[in-house]
């Protein structure tokens, strides 16, 4: 029978049990011109509107959202989708599927990282010739690589918040048993988390996952991370984009300290005498500030009862951000979450009177969110997302009843913040729908406009 053209769908990998790489098969039969192969979770008709027959660095402007791009092995290129941006790359058929694989794998983890869209091969020109597969991931709303955080000098402080959370990203990937191979700033993206960042995996390629990684596997993927960053750091630093007085090398051993640190709060087992047993309670507090909750542990006396040892024996992020949802049902970021929790305390505690905290939650989220989030002019929803935006009036309000020695009314502060602050950001939500030669040139050369989102392979 004679093959048909046209787009094939297939669903995606079903063998998530699988650890490590997909085995590599034998080269597949040529594909008949015009025939698509996607491999995708769900149907999109819209990815048959994309001129697939040219090659990825070539495609017409219409297609492509004018986002910048950093340096990256591969082409890569944003283009629109049915309303949303979303991320192609060129590579080969086996990488696009070993990284599609551990992208759904670590999504089902609950692990921060872009969300994979289809693989894309059977490509061909209307001549004939083969066209590389690629990868579609969808962009990261209000997500920034590190480059672009800054319009001008990126300052020591910030590098540092940029780095903790590079660790705690690495630190969350092992736990779960993911080698990532090529740790660095610029496969991560970074979305701002109540004035902290959080850090959200992009490039898998390189990454296999285990049952659990060997210290040798954890420390190797702690060195990649420390000689990238060292790399990336002195790239900023030729380009004048960092403080002069910064060490790139000095500062990316942060990482070391930092990574270690969470490692040994989460993992480590804790020994103390019987009468210290509050110390149980505040190792588990201290885990929740971290953002992680500790769904069992264990604990063992000594022989003679006089110690007792405790190990977590399982933990999982996002403390602040399930208790944040199942009270209000707002999703933000854990230290988004954490902030507004905060509030939300103060608030059910100056109520005067003894209110359901579920009841609380829920007259805050009518009182406070709604009418901050319901105050931001139009033209300028973009700036931020809404939870940052309501943890930084929040904050303004503090600031300004200090100054100024008063409570603040809350319209009061929202407008000041508005016309003082807001204005002036840069938008992080935002996509130039249409450009100009002169503004894809720009892009190409690696220029930063003011578009601040873009994804770095």
Not at 162 to 188: C, E, K, M
Request: aromatic letters at 6%; charged letters at 30%.
């Amino acid at each position: 029978m004679t093959e048909q053209p046209g787009a094939k769908w297939n669903h995606e990998p079903t063998d998530f049990e699988q650890m490590g790489k997909l085995p590599r098969k034998s080269a597949p039969p040529a594909q008949v011109m015009g025939s698509l192969n996607i491999t995708a979770a769900s149907a999109d008709p819209g990815l048959l509107d994309l001129p697939w027959h040219i090659q990825l660095e070539d495609w017409p402007a219409a297609n492509l959202a004018a986002l910048p791009r950093g340096i990256s092995r591969h082409v890569v290129r944003f283009a629109h989708l049915d309303g949303s941006v979303i991320a192609i790359k060129e590579t080969s058929e086996h990488v696009a599927k070993h990284e599609y694989h551990m992208l759904r794998k670590l999504a089902r983890l609950d692990v921060p990282c872009v969300e994979p869209v289809a693989v894309i091969s059977g490509r061909s020109t209307p001549t004939g010739a083969p066209l590389d597969p690629v990868l579609v991931t969808r962009h990261l709303k209000f997500s920034m690589p590190y480059r672009a955080l800054f319009s001008q000098k990126l300052r020591r402080d910030t590098l540092t918040r940029l780095i903790d959370a590079q660790a705690l990203l690495l630190v969350r990937l092992h736990l779960v048993g993911f080698y990532w191979g090529d740790v660095s700033l610029s496969n991560t993206l970074f979305r701002r988390d109540a004035g902290a960042f959080a850090a959200y995996l992009v490039d898998a390629e390189t990454g296999e996952l285990y049952p659990d990684l060997s210290t040798g596997q954890r420390e190797y993927d702690l060195e990649i991370a420390r000689v990238n960053i060292a790399g990336e750091l002195m790239d900023l630093l030729e380009g004048g984009l960092i403080e002069e007085k910064v060490d790139p090398v000095a500062t990316s051993e942060l990482i070391m300290d930092s990574y270690r640190r969470l490692w040994a709060e989460l993992t480590e087992k804790e020994s103390f005498e019987l009468e210290d047993r509050w110390r149980v309670g505040a190792r588990i507090r201290r885990l929740n500030k971290l953002g992680f909750d500790v769904e069992e542990y264990a604990i063992k006396t000594t022989p003679d009862g006089s110690t007792i040892q405790l190990q977590p024996k399982v933990v999982d992020a996002g403390h602040h951000q399930r208790r944040l949802l199942r009270l209000t049902g707002l999703d933000a970021q854990e230290n988004q979450a954490r902030r507004l929790l905060n509030d939300m305390d103060s608030f059910r505690a100056d109520s005067g009177t003894p209110m359901d905290e579920e009841i609380s939650a829920h007259k805050w989220v009518s009182t406070i969110f709604e009418p901050i989030v319901r105050a931001i002019p139009r033209e300028l929803g973009g700036k931020l997302e809404p939870a940052e935006v309501v943890h930084e009036v929040l904050e303004h309000r503090w600031f300004k009843s200090q100054e100024e020695e008063r409570n603040v009314p809350l319209a009061e502060a929202v407008q000041s913040y508005v016309d003082n602050i807001l204005r002036y950001r840069r938008d992080e939500d935002a996509i130039m729908l249409s450009t100009d030669t002169e503004t894809l040139t720009m892009l190409e050369g690696g220029v930063l406009p003011n578009a601040d989102s873009y994804e770095d392979d």
